[in-house]
Every structure is written in structure tokens, then in C-alpha cells.
């Protein structure tokens, strides 16, 4: 297919907010390319034309071919691009998402590296999940044992409703299969919920590698803010969907999270849940900025002149 010289790269108040654009896309076994301002998407059964802007977050899966031309439209769209192995039960690696300031990012930095503040914020973590109880009381241990219980209950209550057997969480990263129908579909929904979070949080300027109860790894704070929402979306189906004895349950499952996704403004809530977290400030500042000792910041492209001591 002969690529187009597209469209030019868009500036960023004309691209859509975070919060207005659709969740993720799962691709395998196709040619993805670009026309214009929209991503093609090519397999034997013909092309598919998807609008770049609309897009959160691609998953590519086995067999996936992008060329250069679509990288660039998806690099200036702001689309977080996350490649995984087969069934969505691998990660690789991702490409950036479109960040205009580092407002956010400087926050979560404070937050993370600050003991005090670091426990206040997986506080609000923890009391999230227990919004009819006040925990404020509890140690930090006692915090986890009591979301240990809570998840535990969770899993017992889903597998007597829907009449599955369940041993616990059992899976292994290297053999999608060897787990049980009700493992493999928590696996495939909460890959999913993994991308969601990755591309909401460096959509704002965060990074997914500083968590607060996660630590050490490049999606800490993807896990952390996953965790939130686990027991209300992909727990409940995952168990709903290995009850029915579905075939191709990975794929179902993925088709399901999204239109869950959509339904529950996930992504918006996301977008709240992260500013409520970090405790950001609700102006801005300009995109780029100088340091200054005396007043934190000075304004970036001007010239300034040196000043004697006696000035």
C-alpha cells in the first residue's frame, strides 16, 4: 500500500484531552500502517481505517507489523503503544505517550521521595478501597492485612456465585494455558487494566515507575492504580466468563473489559483518581520553565541580564 505524506504534526490544543478518547486497541496477526491523520490496519480480510486522535492505547500482539510513517503519526497523537506476547500475558516494551509538562510528574517525584508523604498518599490508596470504613487509624500493616482479607472475601463470594472452582490466583508467565479458565481470564482483563492505567498515567505527564505500594518496578504506579479498580471490573468477569466455558476466552475477555471500560468512564475516573492521589493543583504551569532559587521559577525565552552585586 503507498503511504500518504499525511497530515502535519498536530499542535497540542488540538488534540483531544485524555479523559475524551477512546480506551485501548488489540492488534495481532496485521500490517499496521497510516493514511492521512488515521491508523490502517491491515489483515486477509481486508483494511481497517481508525481515526489516530480517538485512540488511548495500542496493544500488539503476535504478528504485528507497524512501519515507520505509523510510529510517527502515533508518536505526535500522544498513543501509548505497549507490545505483549501471545494472549496479552507478555510484556516487551512502549513507546512514549505525548506529554506537554512535567507538573505532575515533579508531584509524584516529591511524593515518592518523601517518607511522610509517601504514606499519605498509599493511605488514601488503601481507604479508597474501603470507602464506608475509616481506616485512618490503622498501621500500614495492618492496612495490608486488611486488603489481603478483603481481596481473599472477593474471590471466595465471585467463585460461589458463579459455581467455579477456585484455589487461588495460580498462573505462570511463561504458559498462558497451564492456568485454570478463571486465572487466564484475570490474566488477559487485567493486561488490559495494565494498559489502561500505563497510558492514562504517562498521558499526564507521570511515569508508571514510581509507585507508592508498589515499588521497583517499571510499573509500579500502573499496578497501583490498577489494584483500584480490579475488584469491580476484571475479578467479576473473569469468573462470570469462566463459568460459561467460553472457547476463545482470551478474546472475549479483552472485548469485554473494553466495553466495560466504556461503560464505566473508567478512563475518566482514572484521570481523577491519579490528580486526587497526587493532590495536583488545578492550574498549571507553562509548559517549560526556569529554576530559580528565590522564587522556584523564572520565565523560559527571554534574556536576562547580569547583575552586579551592588544592584
Not at 144 to 164: P, S
Amino acid at each position: 500500500m503507498h503511504e500518504q505524506n499525511g497530515m502535519e504534526k498536530p499542535v497540542l490544543q488540538e488534540l483531544p484531552t485524555i479523559r475524551d478518547r477512546m480506551t485501548f486497541l488489540y492488534l495481532e496477526h496485521c500490517r499496521i500502517s497510516r493514511e492521512d491523520g488515521a491508523v490502517t490496519v491491515r489483515d486477509m480480510e481486508g483494511t481497517v481505517y481508525i481515526p489516530a486522535a480517538a485512540i488511548t492505547v495500542l496493544l500488539l500482539g503476535p504478528g504485528t507489523e507497524i512501519s515507520h510513517r505509523a510510529m510517527e503519526l502515533i508518536g505526535d497523537t500522544g498513543i501509548s503503544t505497549v507490545w505483549i506476547g501471545e494472549r496479552g500475558v507478555r510484556y516487551y516494551a512502549h513507546g512514549r505517550a505525548l506529554n506537554a509538562h512535567t507538573n505532575l510528574l515533579e508531584k509524584q517525584a516529591k511524593l515518592v521521595s518523601n517518607t511522610r508523604l509517601h504514606l499519605e498518599v498509599v493511605r488514601k490508596m488503601y481507604a479508597m478501597r474501603f470507602a464506608d470504613e475509616d481506616v485512618s487509624h490503622l498501621t500500614l500493616q495492618q492496612l495490608r492485612g486488611r486488603e489481603g482479607a478483603r481481596m481473599r472475601k472477593i474471590y471466595r463470594e465471585q467463585a460461589k456465585m458463579h459455581r467455579v472452582e477456585w484455589h487461588g490466583r495460580e498462573y505462570d508467565p511463561e504458559d498462558f494455558f497451564s492456568a485454570n479458565p478463571v486465572n487466564q481470564a484475570l490474566s488477559a482483563g487485567n493486561v488490559c487494566l495494565y494498559g489502561l492505567a500505563v497510558s492514562v498515567i504517562t498521558a499526564l505527564g507521570c511515569t508508571p515507575g514510581l509507585g507508592f505500594i508498589h515499588v521497583g518496578h517499571e510499573f509500579s504506579f500502573a499496578y497501583d492504580i490498577a489494584d483500584l479498580y480490579k475488584a469491580e471490573i476484571t475479578i467479576p468477569l473473569a469468573f462470570e466468563l469462566a463459568e460459561q466455558e467460553i472457547p476463545d476466552l482470551p478474546n472475549v475477555v479483552r472485548r469485554r473489559v473494553r466495553d466495560i471500560f466504556l461503560k464505566t468512564h473508567l478512563l475518566e475516573r482514572m484521570v481523577r483518581d491519579i490528580k486526587y492521589l497526587l493532590d495536583a493543583p488545578e492550574e498549571t504551569l507553562p509548559d517549560l520553565m526556569l529554576w530559580d532559587n528565590q522564587h522556584q521559577f523564572a520565565a523560559y525565552g527571554k534574556s536576562y541580564q547580569e547583575k552586579s552585586d551592588s544592584s
